[in-house]
Structure formats: C-alpha cells, structure tokens
C-alpha cells in the first residue's frame, strides 16, 4: 500500500515548477492559521497516506481479491472521450435513495456518468471508516458479485489498527475526543471512456480533502487532486461499480490563499452538506 509518485510531467511539484512559501503572520499557533501551506512542496503524513491509501489502497486492494426510471431515455451511447456538459438535459438522473446514496440510475451514458460521480462521493467520505455505514455504502455501490468478492478485503484494510492510528483516528474509526474527520471527495467532472449497453467505463476528475481539524491536530486538513477511472456493471435496474482505479491530477496551481482556521474546517464540514451530482 505504498503511495505513488506525486510529481507530475510538468516537472516540478504540482504543476509549478516552483515552490512559493509565505511565513506566519500571527503567532495564534494554530495549525492552519498564519500561514499558506506550500504548494505541494513537503506531503504531510495524512496526505501520503491518508488520501492516497484511503482511495487507492483500500479499493484498489479490494479489487483484487431497483427499477429504472419511468422517464428515462433508454440505452443510449455517447462518444466516448467527448466533452459534455454537466448541464440538466430533462433525463431525471436520479428515481431514489439506498441509504444516502442516490440509486436508480437512467440506462444511458449520462445515467453511468451520474452513479460514478456519486459512487466517487460516497468510496471517498468518512463514513467508510465506520463498520455500519461501511457496510451500507459497500452494498449501495458495488455489484452483488464485487461485494462476495471484495467486502471482506475492505474491512480488512479500513480496519487494520497501525492505519488508523498513523491517520490519527481511534480503533473505531472515529476522530479523538476535540477533533473532526474531514474525508470528502469533491468531484468537477466527469467522462465516457468506453460504454456498451450493459457495460460503461467512467473516469471522474476530482479534488480530495482529508484530515482531522481541531487544536493541536497533526496531521491538518489537506487537498490532493485525482481521476478516478469505475467500470461499472447495469444489474439490478442499476449501475454498479466492478472495478476502480486511481491516477493523481490533473493538479491546478495553488493561490497564494492563507489556510484557514482549525475552527473554520471543522465549522465548514458541519454546515456545509455535501452534493448529489448528476447530469
């Protein structure tokens, strides 16, 4: 479970070339304020194992081991690779809920694009360390044959104790007593690669946000930057995810914007829902 390399082809950190470094101007100590944390120039420990682990280990490990909607348009191919936009198009793209995930997918390329992006929300979130909600996600988002196949493999993995405890969380997967878990996948697009009637590949571009917020947390909430590739599978009267994969950017340049406060993180993931993305 050895994280990647995260230079990218532009031949320096993050895309810049450079690194850009502006010195703390308050002396609050907190961990987020002061002071702009560099532009990908050192990887805290949450980073390099934390989101890399978190999204490409864990699933990535695994792997190796409803009704459709009244209106839905019906299969339908796009042009695999080809930009769309993620504007409504009158295809209600969602018909209802498993648990919090929205299920019940339209049988078309934009109903594949839809259950990925969403899939990608929920693999990704904090509810994944928890045992219960685990479960839930597992059996929302993957195929009857992936979850007898891999289910076992990711309670192995968001289980193990020396994880959790290098990721600073308990052996229940919950945040230390003053602290928040932030685990949040925050998708920008997605695309077709490949799609057939009953199969379809889709890659998700997203941002990553993962750490704890709170006083004297060290390992700080941080972002990262990744393209998620799901084979899915149409069963059931739904798409479901096969198979996953994970390559890092593309990666924008950082602005010289000051961190915000261990306070405004934990605020922010208590007020701000996450969204249900669909085209």
Do not use: C
């Amino acid at each position: 479970m050895s994280p990647g390399d995260e230079h990218d082809s532009f031949g320096g950190v993050g895309g810049s070339g450079q690194t850009r470094t502006r010195l703390p101007e308050g002396n609050s100590g907190d961990v987020y304020g002061g002071a702009r944390r560099p532009v990908r120039s050192s990887r805290s420990l949450i980073t390099v194992v934390g989101v890399v682990v978190v999204l490409v280990a864990a699933i990535a490990f695994a792997n190796r081991g409803g009704g459709e909607p009244a209106d839905a348009a019906g299969p339908r191919a796009g042009t695999p690779g080809d930009t769309a936009p993620t504007a409504a198009t009158g295809v209600r793209p969602v018909s209802g809920k498993n648990g919090r995930i929205p299920t019940g997918y339209a049988h078309d390329d934009q109903g594949a694009q839809s259950a990925a992006t969403n899939y990608a929300v929920a693999l990704g979130s904090a509810e994944m360390f928890t045992p219960s909600e685990r479960g839930e996600i597992v059996q929302a988002v993957y195929a009857p044959s992936a979850i007898a196949a891999r289910a076992g493999d990711l309670d192995k993995v968001y289980s193990d104790k020396d994880f959790l405890s290098r990721i600073g969380l308990q052996e229940d997967g919950t945040a230390p007593q003053g602290l928040t878990f932030i685990s949040r996948v925050v998708p920008v697009g997605s695309k077709v690669e490949n799609y057939a009637e009953d199969k379809a590949t889709v890659s998700v571009w997203y941002s990553s946000l993962f750490g704890l917020a709170g006083e004297g947390s060290r390992n700080p909430v941080s972002e990262a930057w990744y393209t998620g590739s799901y084979e899915l599978q149409w069963v059931g009267g739904d798409w479901k995810v096969t198979g996953f994969s994970q390559k890092d950017g593309p990666v924008p340049v950082a602005r010289d914007q000051r961190a915000s406060t261990s306070q405004e993180m934990s605020d922010a993931v208590g007020q701000f829902g996450g969204f249900t993305y669909a085209r």
